[in-house]
């Protein structure tokens, strides 16, 4: 299937879903009319907008055709070579030669116009919507139907290197903003027949197609209705980015850990879709969904899978020892500091108590200016445009680094706990899994500085609560850990070697007893 | 409404947290870290405490380490805590016993009974039960506490170092004194160190590690053990790590004195402690094992052949045996405590008869044969077998 085929199937979803035909009388059986009349009423229709095309071709006496189309959205060069040349050039003269018992009209449609993927519509208001996706509608008067030729072209980005997953060893492409191209992408990874792709359109006003990617029969048939079900339910006026559409896949939109897994990769979702997730792309966004997400999805970087599994095993658990150093470290220092001084080496506890000497604040409150200004600093560096980033950089590490230490206003052990705590939880590759647990020491700081370490303790069990109740479409969110499957937990704290690897790492699911059905059919729309 | 309540439920868990008055929130810059503690008995019945406090502000960068980085203070007290209270009121921050890692005890107060401060020192949460405490021999605490020592920050962690050099770990003092405290029968010791001159013409002074401390059952300080006979002790109750034995070589010409002797390094220590019923009267076996190297021999054996080196051994087993039977003999006749574990030993194998023994203890203890068996291995030479110097020279006494 390609993905025109895909593009023809999510139009006459669209007029399902959205049922343009009967709300509109202005767009409905018109077609009959002649071409003037149906150039006044597009004119009309749409506020006579300057990138809208009308253009004539004369093929014989009194056989005009009038083409429509909206520049930037359609590639002018097909558009020429496909549609206008035929028509204009050899159009006449063929014209004469053939006997047309039908018409100028369905001769044209059946004969003279290359193009693959071209349907009928019969009303104003298909006509309209395929000229805003990219169609180019040839009306012949008098006919009851018009041809829209699927030739989209509009500018876009080409296929460059992710920007927010970089991989060192790993293939480089990221997906761009076109839906085709993402599905294009996946596609040419998972030469499989049951790759499935069905489309839909989320947006009142921007009419957004989304895609949903699954392999059929691998995919939980459960969460590929739930899926379904919760995409359905959106109401939003637009949708501009994939995120848009994560706040309501999530099971818990207020809890702090992405139940949503996204990527910009193509090889992760191709590896995600084997596994049995499901893949949710939105046209206009590099970014692509993956649901179910667990845990320890956050952890996982694409390079894990391309590098050797001893040294990926090092670096997961480098990587998990720095998630609880960018949570606790800070909190830790604190309690011990304030309400835990026996706990501390003495040597370590006197310098700390050299450091601190004569700085105003109590640490409390220095590890709260400084972790708010760090998360400034990297706020102000993400915003900055380039070349004013090294500034910030000049000024976070030096004025608030040194500067403030030695002007005696914070004291240094606090700027190197907090600076420590930063970098650490830059180490988790998906980035916004990285958010969580910087909101998460916010928290963790205060219960530390109110109760020290049984603060501590309190904020752990809270968070660790959270983490085992939270579901991601009726996965657990600690699975495999816990529940525990054992197999699976070969590609969790460790990456075993490939060989030992579970073929489809499937995640846990909630009702084991349920089988799945053998096909799918009923999921399928291709 | 959602809102609303989890609003409410926000501002009820801060109210918790806030109003419960659960604030022991301290900083750091209002702590004084007592490193180090000493009390005396004085003249009046009272006790004097002495504290060495860091001075964080000599601590911070630039200043160098030239600067004295502690504050001795003394305060007096009817008891511990009362003097402590006294001492804070002469200390701008809060005292804090969470990092004091020594104690000192005056010759005077050892000597008068520890029983009384023994019982802070369970009672106090704050105090650690890993530190170290000390009689300070012939000399008061307070003293000590003044003495510099220039290889370390802070002077009064000097002696525990040096301790733990000579084969004691650190931190293991005060749990075992305590623990042989409560027992019925045996008794505790604690390390002892001396104030020395540095050298014989050196006008300053520098602490000494001397050996152990024997309390009888009330706490009191009885007498001192030097410090082989402390090492020969711990081998007894199998907690030694390390000891240099040196001894005189059999052979070796008495014309010759201060020649002829040799240095084992151990490095492996076992002992047994065996109670045997013989004939309805009871004696003890004591079974001291011991490996090591030889890293010392002025004498004239060649450790050419295992016999040369049996008869080394031979030497050195006498002689520690001789040690060891003066050390039991003297904390038998001359102390009357039991510092070897003798009672668990007889307790372990003989529970029954223990029973009957345990109530007059003390008077079977120091009647009580004990036997000595010593079996020493040289299991190396060192990178020579003969020495250096040919026999012949050593017997001229040239060097």
């Given at each position: 299937?390609?993905?025109?085929?895909?593009?023809?199937?999510?139009?006459?979803?669209?007029?399902?879903?959205?049922?343009?035909?009967?709300?509109?009388?202005?767009?409905?059986?018109?077609?009959?009319?002649?071409?003037?009349?149906?150039?006044?009423?597009?004119?009309?229709?749409?506020?006579?907008?300057?990138?809208?095309?009308?253009?004539?071709?004369?093929?014989?006496?009194?056989?005009?055709?009038?083409?429509?189309?909206?520049?930037?959205?359609?590639?002018?060069?097909?558009?020429?070579?496909?549609?206008?040349?035929?028509?204009?050039?050899?159009?006449?003269?063929?014209?004469?030669?053939?006997?047309?018992?039908?018409?100028?009209?369905?001769?044209?449609?059946?004969?003279?116009?290359?193009?693959?993927?071209?349907?009928?519509?019969?009303?104003?208001?298909?006509?309209?919507?395929?000229?805003?996706?990219?169609?180019?509608?040839?009306?012949?008067?008098?006919?009851?139907?018009?041809?829209?030729?699927?030739?989209?072209?509009?500018?876009?980005?080409?296929?460059?290197?992710?920007?927010?997953?970089?991989?060192?060893?790993?293939?480089?492409?990221?997906?761009?903003?076109?839906?085709?191209?993402?599905?294009?992408?996946?596609?040419?990874?998972?030469?499989?027949?049951?790759?499935?792709?069905?489309?839909?359109?989320?947006?009142?006003?921007?009419?957004?197609?989304?895609?949903?990617?699954?392999?059929?029969?691998?995919?939980?048939?459960?969460?590929?209705?739930?899926?379904?079900?919760?995409?359905?339910?959106?109401?939003?006026?637009?949708?501009?980015?994939a995120h848009y559409i994560e706040e309501f896949l999530e099971d818990s939109p207020l809890s702090p850990y992405p139940q949503v897994q996204n990527t910009e990769r193509p090889d992760v979702v191709a590896a995600a879709l084997l596994e049995g997730k499901i893949a949710i792309a939105v046209d206009g966004t590099p970014t692509v969904l993956l649901v179910p997400m667990t845990f320890w999805n956050g952890f996982q970087a694409p390079d894990d899978y391309y590098q050797r599994p001893v040294y990926v095993t090092l670096i997961r658990w480098v990587r998990f020892i720095m998630l609880n150093l960018s949570i606790f470290l800070t909190p830790v220092y604190v309690a011990l500091t304030s309400f835990h001084p026996q706990m501390l080496p003495t040597n370590l506890l006197i310098t700390f108590a050299a450091s601190h000497n004569g700085s105003p604040f109590p640490v409390v409150l220095e590890a709260f200016m400084m972790e708010i200004i760090f998360e400034g600093l990297?706020?102000?560096?993400?915003?900055?445009?380039?070349?004013?980033?090294?500034?910030?950089?000049?000024?976070?590490?030096?004025?608030?680094?040194?500067?403030?230490?030695?002007?005696?206003?914070?004291?240094?052990?606090?700027?190197?706990?907090?600076?420590?705590?930063?970098?650490?939880?830059?180490?988790?590759?998906?980035?916004?899994?990285?958010?969580?647990?910087?909101?998460?020491?916010?928290?963790?700081?205060?219960?530390?500085?109110?109760?020290?370490?049984?603060?501590?303790?309190?904020?752990?069990?809270?968070?660790?609560?959270?983490?085992?109740?939270?579901?991601?479409?009726?996965?657990?969110?600690?699975?495999?850990?816990?529940?525990?499957?054992?197999?699976?937990?070969?590609?969790?704290?460790?990456?075993?070697?490939?060989?030992?690897?579970?073929?489809?790492?499937?995640?846990?699911?909630?009702?084991?007893?349920?089988?799945?059905?053998?096909?799918?059919?009923?999921?399928?729309?291709? | 409404?959602?809102?609303?309540?989890?609003?409410?439920?926000?501002?009820?868990?801060?109210?918790?947290?806030?109003?419960?008055?659960?604030?022991?929130?301290?900083?750091?810059?209002?702590?004084?870290?007592?490193?180090?503690?000493?009390?005396?008995?004085?003249?009046?019945?009272?006790?004097?405490?002495?504290?060495?406090?860091?001075?964080?502000?000599?601590?911070?960068?630039?200043?160098?380490?030239?600067?004295?980085?502690?504050?001795?203070?003394?305060?007096?007290?009817?008891?511990?805590?009362?003097?402590?209270?006294?001492?804070?009121?002469?200390?701008?921050?809060?005292?804090?016993?969470?990092?004091?890692?020594?104690?000192?005890?005056?010759?005077?107060?050892?000597?008068?009974?520890?029983?009384?401060?023994?019982?802070?020192?369970?009672?106090?949460?704050?105090?650690?039960?890993?530190?170290?405490?000390?009689?300070?021999?012939?000399?008061?605490?307070?003293?000590?506490?003044?003495?510099?020592?220039?290889?370390?920050?802070?002077?009064?962690?000097?002696?525990?170092?040096?301790?733990?050099?000579?084969?004691?770990?650190?931190?293991?003092?005060?749990?075992?004194?305590?623990?042989?405290?409560?027992?019925?029968?045996?008794?505790?010791?604690?390390?002892?160190?001396?104030?020395?001159?540095?050298?014989?013409?050196?006008?300053?002074?520098?602490?000494?590690?001397?050996?152990?401390?024997?309390?009888?059952?009330?706490?009191?300080?009885?007498?001192?053990?030097?410090?082989?006979?402390?090492?020969?002790?711990?081998?007894?109750?199998?907690?030694?790590?390390?000891?240099?034995?040196?001894?005189?070589?059999?052979?070796?010409?008495?014309?010759?004195?201060?020649?002829?002797?040799?240095?084992?390094?151990?490095?492996?220590?076992?002992?047994?402690?065996?109670?045997?019923?013989?004939?309805?009267?009871?004696?003890?076996?004591?079974?001291?094992?011991?490996?090591?190297?030889?890293?010392?021999?002025?004498?004239?054996?060649?450790?050419?052949?295992?016999?040369?080196?049996?008869?080394?051994?031979?030497?050195?087993?006498?002689?520690?045996?001789?040690?060891?039977?003066?050390?039991?003999?003297?904390?038998?006749?001359?102390?009357?405590?039991?510092?070897?574990?003798?009672?668990?030993?007889?307790?372990?194998?003989?529970?029954?008869?223990?029973?009957?023994?345990?109530?007059?203890?003390?008077?079977?203890?120091?009647?009580?044969?004990?036997?000595?068996?010593?079996?020493?291995?040289?299991?190396?030479?060192?990178?020579?077998?003969?020495?250096?110097?040919?026999?012949?020279?050593?017997?001229?006494?040239?060097?």
């Amino acid at each position: 299937m390609s993905y025109r085929g895909f593009f023809n199937v999510f139009s006459h979803q669209k007029l399902r879903h959205r049922g343009l035909e009967p709300q509109n009388d202005d767009l409905s059986g018109v077609l009959d009319k002649n071409i003037d009349w149906i150039e006044e009423k597009v004119k009309s229709v749409s506020g006579n907008a300057a990138d809208i095309v009308f253009r004539r071709v004369e093929l014989a006496k009194n056989s005009q055709l009038l083409i429509i189309y909206v520049t930037g959205l359609v590639d002018t060069k097909t558009l020429n070579e496909t549609v206008l040349k035929p028509l204009v050039i050899d159009g006449p003269s063929a014209a004469r030669s053939r006997w047309m018992p039908n018409g100028v009209f369905e001769f044209v449609t059946k004969q003279l116009v290359p193009i693959a993927n071209v349907k009928n519509v019969n009303t104003l208001g298909g006509v309209i919507d395929g000229l805003l996706t990219g169609h180019v509608a040839i009306i012949g008067g008098g006919t009851r139907t018009a041809l829209l030729a699927e030739m989209a072209g509009w500018p876009v980005r080409p296929i460059e290197e992710s920007q927010s997953e970089p991989s060192v060893q790993g293939p480089h492409e990221a997906f761009n903003e076109t839906l085709r191209d993402t599905t294009a992408l996946i596609r040419r990874r998972l030469r499989d027949a049951r790759l499935r792709t069905e489309a839909m359109i989320i947006g009142e006003s921007s009419k957004t197609d989304v895609a949903i990617l699954y392999l059929s029969g691998v995919a939980e048939d459960s969460v590929l209705e739930e899926v379904h079900q919760r995409l359905k339910n959106i109401r939003l006026s637009s949708v501009f980015d994939a995120h848009y559409i994560e706040e309501f896949l999530e099971d818990s939109p207020l809890s702090p850990y992405p139940q949503v897994q996204n990527t910009e990769r193509p090889d992760v979702v191709a590896a995600a879709l084997l596994e049995g997730k499901i893949a949710i792309a939105v046209d206009g966004t590099p970014t692509v969904l993956l649901v179910p997400m667990t845990f320890w999805n956050g952890f996982q970087a694409p390079d894990d899978y391309y590098q050797r599994p001893v040294y990926v095993t090092l670096i997961r658990w480098v990587r998990f020892i720095m998630l609880n150093l960018s949570i606790f470290l800070t909190p830790v220092y604190v309690a011990l500091t304030s309400f835990h001084p026996q706990m501390l080496p003495t040597n370590l506890l006197i310098t700390f108590a050299a450091s601190h000497n004569g700085s105003p604040f109590p640490v409390v409150l220095e590890a709260f200016m400084m972790e708010i200004i760090f998360e400034g600093l990297r706020e102000a560096g993400v915003r900055l445009p380039k070349a004013v980033g090294s500034a910030v950089s000049i000024v976070g590490g030096l004025v608030v680094g040194q500067a403030a230490v030695e002007a005696g206003i914070v004291s240094a052990p606090t700027v190197i706990v907090v600076a420590m705590s930063g970098i650490a939880s830059f180490t988790i590759p998906r980035y916004n899994f990285g958010f969580s647990y910087r909101i998460l020491r916010f928290f963790v700081l205060l219960l530390a500085g109110t109760v020290g370490l049984y603060g501590i303790t309190l904020s752990f069990i809270v968070i660790l609560t959270h983490q085992l109740n939270l579901r991601s479409f009726g996965v657990p969110y600690m699975s495999p850990l816990s529940p525990r499957n054992p197999k699976q937990l070969l590609d969790v704290l460790i990456r075993a070697p490939r060989r030992y690897l579970p073929q489809r790492n499937r995640p846990h699911q909630d009702n084991p007893g349920a089988k799945r059905r053998p096909n799918s059919s009923g999921a399928d729309s291709t | 409404m959602k809102v609303l309540r989890f609003g409410s439920m926000t501002a009820l868990i801060a109210m918790s947290f806030l109003t419960t008055g659960c604030w022991d929130r301290i900083e750091l810059n209002n702590r004084a870290l007592v490193m180090a503690s000493g009390v005396d008995l004085k003249d009046d019945g009272d006790l004097l405490l002495t504290d060495q406090v860091i001075l964080p502000i000599n601590l911070s960068k630039g200043l160098g380490t030239m600067r004295q980085q502690f504050i001795t203070v003394s305060a007096p007290g009817h008891n511990i805590l009362d003097a402590a209270q006294n001492m804070q009121t002469k200390l701008s921050r809060k005292y804090f016993l969470g990092h004091r890692r020594i104690v000192f005890i005056g010759e005077k107060l050892a000597k008068h009974g520890l029983s009384g401060i023994m019982d802070e020192f369970t009672r106090n949460p704050d105090v650690r039960l890993r530190s170290d405490v000390f009689v300070v021999e012939n000399d008061t605490a307070e003293h000590a506490l003044h003495i510099r020592s220039p290889l370390e920050q802070y002077p009064a962690l000097a002696i525990m170092k040096s301790r733990k050099f000579v084969g004691g770990d650190i931190g293991t003092t005060l749990l075992p004194f305590l623990m042989a405290s409560v027992h019925p029968t045996s008794s505790p010791t604690l390390p002892v160190l001396k104030i020395v001159p540095e050298s014989p013409h050196s006008s300053k002074t520098t602490f000494q590690f001397m050996g152990r401390a024997v309390f009888n059952k009330q706490l009191k300080l009885v007498g001192y053990l030097d410090y082989s006979e402390a090492a020969y002790r711990f081998w007894i109750i199998n907690t030694l790590s390390t000891y240099q034995a040196t001894f005189k070589v059999n052979g070796a010409k008495e014309s010759s004195p201060g020649k002829g002797y040799a240095t084992i390094d151990f490095s492996k220590f076992h002992s047994r402690i065996n109670p045997v019923f013989e004939k309805g009267r009871l004696h003890y076996t004591v079974t001291l094992t011991g490996t090591g190297i030889l890293r010392e021999s002025e004498s004239n054996v060649k450790f050419a052949s295992p016999a040369e080196i049996h008869s080394v051994e031979r030497s050195a087993e006498k002689e520690i045996k001789g040690c060891v039977s003066d050390l039991i003999g003297k904390a038998q006749h001359q102390y009357h405590t039991d510092i070897f574990g003798f009672d668990l030993a007889l307790a372990k194998k003989y529970p029954r008869k223990w029973d009957t023994v345990q109530k007059h203890w003390k008077q079977v203890f120091s009647e009580v044969p004990v036997q000595v068996n010593t079996q020493i291995k040289i299991q190396v030479v060192g990178q020579t077998s003969e020495g250096v110097v040919s026999p012949k020279e050593t017997e001229r006494g040239q060097w």
